[in-house]
């Protein structure tokens, strides 16, 4: 085992639930254009993380479940 690593930080990038936009662009079956245009208009949960876009996995599927835009 590596000393200061939780068995969360040794997830795969498939199990994680933090998302970059083409991660969430595959997740929903959508062009990243599609992902920009929803980010802009705040129609879609997400984080900004500096300069970088971020989904969480979970919120996501609770949005999409939703049927909120």
Known sequence: MVV???PVARR???ESDVLGVDE???MLLVGRSVIYK???RNQ???RR???HIRFS???LT???SSGRT
């Open 4 to 6: 200061g690593f939780s």
């Open 12 to 14: 795969s990038a498939t």
């Open 24 to 26: 969430a662009a595959t």
């Open 38 to 40: 929803l980010v802009a």
């Open 44 to 46: 879609i949960p997400y």
């Open 49 to 51: 993380v500096g300069k």
């Open 57 to 59: 996995r979970s919120a």
């Open 62 to 64: 609770a949005w999409l």
